[in-house]
């Protein structure tokens, strides 16, 4: 490694000779270094030297640095009986009141995380940073999620509120109805004619996921479920992306061109309308998170001949015009086996999974 006064004596003998005429790049190759480092060793100076600024070369140490007394110091202090429960935030004013100053409040929030004393104190619990569960569906009517959103009513401040559930494998939507309150009763209704309709049996596997709101979380919401068989499952607290589905749902319903944002004027319009979406979104949407089937040919099972029916067309198609394909595949039309629900990033054999039934193949996430 080259000395501080070596490297010193190089920068100025390279700004010597710049000063004559010559060009910098030529006169740090004569020396034997590149013009970068030039530029590396001239970037900081500190009382007349000339520092190393790599990441791996040794530096000085800072000159608010404490020292070793004055660190001992603030650890003996903060252990001190009189501040042992109180924060840094606490002991710097008290400290100050007497005329006393050790260090920043920053600066012994530091020393204590350094010296792990910096601990959660009675009752309180470190936050986990709880990770979502994750949810794998290989057939319908194994994960349901719903939500609720609103509807704009006849005036302002008035809303109709829309229960939507849909089923995660194959995104259709197994139950529905608008009223003029949210809450966990007609939400029980809701789930109970879902059950009925999709003929589900309560020895089946099927959990209910939806976020935190008050209609989701009411006794009479989970009595139901638990009488039926439902295991509940709830997003994380204060997150907004744990029931992606939901959401993106809703989405599409209030970019229909017919939605009516200025409002609806009765109850009955207000069914009537969510009644065309939930069959235009149905029977009719191809949806692009499953293979741009329907989601009623998806839960119907339906989806596997239509995407082997289209993998013909597109080979028929690869047939006749071979040189568009340039010696590629056609499009993969194979049908989807798993969904997921809030994997992992990227890892799903890490994540809290409970797996409805085994499944393989390709994946299907949100």
């Known amino acids: 490694m080259i000395s501080a006064a070596d490297r010193e004596k190089a920068v100025e003998l390279i700004d010597e000779v710049v000063i004559n005429g010559a060009r910098r790049y030529k006169a740090c190759n004569e020396i034997g270094i590149d013009v970068r480092t030039y530029y590396r060793w001239t970037g900081k100076k500190k009382s007349g030297d000339i520092s190393d600024n790599r990441p791996g070369s040794v530096h000085p140490a800072p000159a608010n640095k404490l020292s070793k007394e004055e660190r001992k110091q603030v650890i003996e202090t903060v252990n001190e009986p009189r501040f042992t429960s109180k924060p840094p935030c606490e002991i710097v004013p008290t400290l100050a009141d007497e005329g006393t100053y050790i260090a920043s409040e920053s600066t012994i929030y530091r020393i204590l995380r350094e010296e792990k004393m910096q601990n959660h104190r009675g009752r309180s619990a470190e936050p986990s940073g709880k990770k979502p569960t994750t949810f794998v569906a290989t057939a319908p009517n194994q994960v349901w999620m719903w939500d609720i959103t609103y509807l704009h009513g006849p005036h302002k401040g008035f809303f109709y ?143 596997e001949a239509v995407l082997a029916r289209r993998h013909k067309v597109y080979e028929a198609a690869k047939a006749k015009h071979p040189e568009r394909w340039n010696g590629r595949k056609t499009r993969d039309w194979s049908m989807f086996t798993e969904v997921f629900l809030n994997p992992e990033n990227a890892a799903f054999d890490k994540a809290e999974t409970r797996e409805i039934t085994p499944g393989k193949q390709q994946k299907n996430t949100a």
């Open 161 to 303: 509120y829309l229960y939507l559930f849909i089923d995660l494998f194959s995104r259709d939507v197994v139950a529905w109805d608008v009223y003029e309150e949210e809450n966990a009763e007609l939400a029980a209704e809701v789930v109970r004619r879902a059950c009925f309709a999709q003929h589900h049996l309560s020895t089946e596997p099927l959990v209910l996921h939806s976020d935190n709101g008050s209609p989701m979380k009411g006794a009479t919401m989970l009595e139901t479920l638990y009488r039926l068989g439902i295991t509940p499952s709830n997003s994380r607290p204060r997150v907004s992306n744990d029931n992606p589905y939901a959401e993106s749902v809703f989405k599409t319903l209030k970019y229909r061109p017919n939605y009516q944002p200025k409002g609806v004027s009765s109850l009955e319009e207000a069914r009537k309308w969510c009644a065309d979406f939930v069959k235009w979104y149905s029977y009719e949407h191809h949806h692009s998170g499953i293979k741009f089937l329907t989601p009623h040919e998806v839960h119907e099972g339906k989806g």
